[in-house]
């Protein structure tokens, strides 16, 4: 068994097999700490991993509908709060 500390802003000190350790080791690509092994086999997933996966027209099409999307929500928002005035 290793004993590994993965530091962000708090310390944990965890204990896996060294199977897992070397399993883990392997997913690790780069100057990747295991806490970005960790994060990423979990879910946990950093902004910039979503960089490209979207045309201009597509980002553009997207910002577009997410703002019809707020003012939609806004409008419905005061027309609620002028009903129960």
Do not use: W
């Amino acid at each position: 068994m290793h004993t590994h500390t993965y530091t962000d802003m708090a310390t944990k000190t965890i204990s896996i097999t060294e199977e897992a350790y070397e399993r883990l080791k392997m997913k690790k690509s780069g100057n990747e700490s295991f806490t970005d092994v960790i994060n990423k086999i979990t879910g946990k997933r950093s902004i910039l991993d979503f960089a490209g996966m979207l045309t201009d027209k597509e980002a553009r099409e997207l910002k577009a509908n997410i703002a019809k999307a707020r003012k939609l929500s806004i409008e419905r928002a005061k027309s609620i709060e002028r009903r129960l005035q």
